[in-house]
């Protein structure tokens, strides 16, 4: 950083002021304010922008954007004028938030991939997340987690499973992460490669070649689409998960920080629901979608079937054709329930279990449906949550009235606690009596955890988990307010580490990144945990001190010896973990130090964009007089 301020200097004359704040970083565009006419009189004597030159402006370079070719619902179109797609429209979205320019290129996979190694392409919107991957690309959040799939045609009777697999010819898409999982299994002489979902699935279709193997939701939407009807899938699913994300080569956390903030945004705002449901809504739709209709479904045929078999039982006199009747509406009960992708089961007015399918008996941590009759929620894997499931039930009970589609967590055989969506229903008699209850739940634990992840992203640093830009504006808003109503003073310092780049040019980013989040460990151990520590980019922290005291002479005494405290545990040697040829770890030891800004504040009229750049100005005015060295800025009010 201080070897481009320098060539900044020297070539300032020929320079317009209008190029430098132009480039200033999208994150701080939005800051309050007209940046421009703020720093304008102050650039020669003091440079605000060091964030700007220590990183590149990705908003201003042109992105070549990569998407694959006719890959339903990620990816629709052949060429680069028809690309569309749940990805390329979640893309467009993100770039706008970001304020990137880009051009999309729609390619075969293989070659997308091949170009992108090559440098031709800066970002794939719709790579799956694998160790082998992440030796040369950095993945965002995951944008959608769907599970692999075993596509056959009708009648094959020669395959059931992912054990039926070795030694049949299997298709897959070349270079897609089935292709590697297939390799891992050893099933590397028999794979067919083809380019696209559609050309697989009609190879499989033309009776060439035993199966496919393919996501769910883009091998059922090629077949719909190819209006190929000899095609299906097994339900027994394959032994690994796509975990879809945005991608772009190692080294430019920039840019990677720019896409992560961006999709945050569209959670956000609405827009990633939006998408979301139009492209996969017709696999899950919170509204009527072939879920909620199986459900229904189900529900009704298990009301009437259970009601059927509670009166036959009761009728022991009827002849052997109603037995036999019995029996059959039994078996056709427990074919639906055991083949509906959900867990369902009912009990008596009693609570205690009549009868489940074979999903919901696994769960409970048993091998047969049979195993739950006559037991209650305390003798199962979840009794922790016993008294909750059951005050539940005992309210349908009472009053009637269904319980639909409520999230609520549930302990697993092995200890895990997932998330699962339930509804349920009373089930009554003839007579309108309520004599049992009918439940319906699914494992929603990914969606859960993918939702988390977009809301952690939207308020703290990936990579340190510190808070970022948006989370310190609102904490400084609040400190500055419980400054105005106790009136004690607090500070804000405005830290830039001295000599950052060299350790990233030498060793590159990934030790700079480790370098970082000490820092950041460093800087929490330093301060008390009513205070805040924030980064807002590259290697730029913002401390805020609250409550210091009501003199001011005194609580610019406690600020400057904190900040003292900060540059002595930063100034410390850093001895950093580093991957050697991908493998071997080497240990490096590396001296940064810090420039310190101190602005202090008592119920400050000023706005929060002035605190923030008299800061910034302080920690400039040390870096200035040799860095390693803590600077106060002295208001009118101190003065």
């Not at 070897?3 to 970083?25: A, D, G, N, Q, T």
């Not at 794979?191 to 279709?205: D, M, S, Y």
């Not at 909620?292 to 259970?306: C, E, M, N």
């Not at 950052?500 to 990934?510: T, V």
């Amino acid at each position: 950083m201080i070897i481009l301020i320098e060539v900044l200097l020297k070539v300032l004359h020929v320079f317009s002021l209008k190029l430098i704040c132009k480039s200033r970083p999208p994150m701080l565009k939005n800051s309050g304010g007209d940046w421009a006419r703020l720093i304008v009189p102050l650039v020669l004597a003091c440079l605000y922008c060091t964030q700007t030159l220590a990183l590149p402006d990705e908003s201003q370079r042109n992105l070549v954007v990569g998407s694959e070719q006719d890959y339903p619902p990620f990816a629709t179109g052949m060429t680069d004028a028809t690309a569309g797609g749940f990805t390329v429209e979640l893309w467009k979205a993100v770039a706008a938030e970001s304020h990137l320019t880009y051009t999309i290129v729609v390619r075969p996979f293989r070659q997308l991939l091949q170009e992108f190694k090559e440098g031709k392409i800066d970002v794939l919107i719709n790579l799956a997340q694998s160790n082998e991957r992440r030796q040369y690309v950095d993945f965002t959040v995951p944008h959608v987690v769907v599970h692999g799939a075993i596509f056959v045609r009708k009648g094959e009777v020669g395959i059931h499973s992912e054990s039926d697999l070795p030694d049949k010819a299997l298709i897959v898409i070349d270079a897609d992460l089935a292709h590697e999982y297939a390799k891992s299994k050893g099933w590397g002489n028999h794979l067919v490669l083809v380019a696209t979902a559609a050309e697989g699935l009609r190879l499989l279709a033309s009776g060439r070649h035993d199966a496919m193997l393919l996501n769910k939701l883009s091998g059922i939407q090629t077949v719909q689409a190819q209006k190929i009807s000899n095609v299906i899938f097994l339900k027994s699913e394959l032994g690994f998960k796509q975990q879809f994300s945005f991608a772009t080569r190692k080294g430019q956390p920039e840019l990677l920080y720019m896409l992560n903030e961006g999709l945050a945004a569209t959670k956000s705002n609405g827009d990633y629901d939006e998408l979301y449901n139009k492209w996969f809504g017709v696999y899950e739709s919170k509204d009527v979608s072939w879920r909620d209709l199986l459900i229904y479904g189900t529900v009704i045929v298990v009301l009437f079937l259970a009601t059927f078999a509670y009166f036959l039982q009761r009728r022991h006199f009827e002849r052997k054709e109603a037995q036999r009747a019995v029996a059959a509406s039994m078996n056709l009960l427990r074919t639906i329930i055991d083949t509906a992708p959900v867990r369902v089961f009912w009990k008596d007015s009693n609570l205690r279990f009549l009868g489940c399918n074979t999903a919901f008996a696994q769960d409970a941590g048993m091998t047969h449906p049979d195993q739950l009759i006559g037991k209650d929620d305390y003798q199962m894997q979840w009794k922790e949550q016993a008294d909750l499931y059951r005050a539940d039930d005992r309210a349908v009970i009472t009053t009637g009235n269904s319980k639909l589609f409520y999230e609520e967590q549930q302990t697993t055989p092995d200890g895990r606690v997932i998330w699962v969506r339930t509804s349920k229903v009373a089930i009554k008699d003839l007579v309108n009596k309520t004599i049992g209850l009918l439940g319906v739940y699914e494992d929603i634990t990914e969606r859960k955890q993918l939702e988390d992840q977009v809301r952690q992203l939207a308020y703290n640093d990936v990579l340190t988990n510190l808070p970022n830009r948006r989370l310190l504006d609102d904490r400084l808003r609040q400190s500055i307010a419980a400054s105005k109503r106790n009136r004690c003073h607090g500070a804000m310092l405005f830290l830039d580490l001295d000599n950052f780049k060299s350790l990233n040019d030498r060793h590159g980013h990934g030790a700079g990144d480790l370098l970082l989040q000490v820092v950041a460990e460093r800087l929490k151990s330093s301060v008390r945990e009513i205070d805040t520590v924030a980064r807002i980019g590259g290697d730029e922290f913002v401390v805020i001190l609250e409550g210091l005291h009501l003199d001011n002479i005194i609580a610019t005494k406690v600020a400057t010896d904190i900040a003292e405290k900060i540059r002595n545990s930063l100034a410390q040697p850093y001895f950093l973990a580093i991957g050697a040829d991908g493998t071997e770890k080497l240990t490096i030891e590396h001296h940064c130090t810090a420039s310190i800004g101190v602005m202090l504040f008592n119920g400050h009229d000023d706005s929060q964009e002035e605190l923030l750049r008299w800061a910034d100005a302080a920690m400039y005015k040390a870096k200035k007089d040799g860095g390693n060295c803590v600077t106060v800025h002295r208001s009118k009010d101190q003065n």
